[in-house]
Nanobody, 133 residues
Framework: EVQLVESGGGSVQAGESLRLSCAGS????????VGWYREAPDNECALISS???????YYSDSVAGRFTISLDNAKSALYLQLNNLKTEDTAMYYC???????????????????????????WGQGTQVTVSS
């Protein structure tokens, strides 16, 4: 069973940093795209960073240059370093994992989000990041 558990969120001042962690189990991190998705208080949602199956990295324009995604296969962990945080970074942050081919067919469509052509179907419970000015 695929499980994703996030940690590391908190309340900080603008300009400060946080490091989010996502502990994974039941799968190998290098067999699918994995990333970080956030939902802001106004319900604006976005995939903000990911590591694709070919190892390439993706960052949304809103976080490029400030956030860094990384992976530790030995620890089955995905990380997101958040630097120079802004108030607009306030959101619930979710770890997400792609489903592959027939695997996706076993997952309720309500749990699947297609983002830049990738089906993300596994989600953690989220960790809250709150940035105040």
């Amino acid at each position: 069973e695929v499980q994703l558990v996030e940690s590391g969120g908190g309340s900080v001042q603008a300009g400060e940093s946080l490091r989010l962690s996502c502990a994974g189990s039941g799968f190998s991190f290098d067999d699918s795209e994995v990333g970080w998705y956030r939902e802001a208080p106004d319900n604006e949602c976005a995939l903000i960073s990911s590591i694709r199956r070919d190892g390439s990295l993706y960052y949304s324009d809103s976080v490029a240059g400030r956030f860094t995604i990384s992976l530790d296969n030995a620890k089955s962990a995905l990380y997101l370093q958040l630097n120079n945080l802004k108030t607009e970074d306030t959101a619930m942050y979710y770890c997400a994992k792609q489903c592959i081919e027939t695997e996706c067919e076993r997952i309720p469509t309500s749990k699947v989000l297609v983002i830049h052509g990738t089906k993300f179907a596994y989600w953690g419970q989220g960790t809250q990041v709150t940035v105040s000015s």
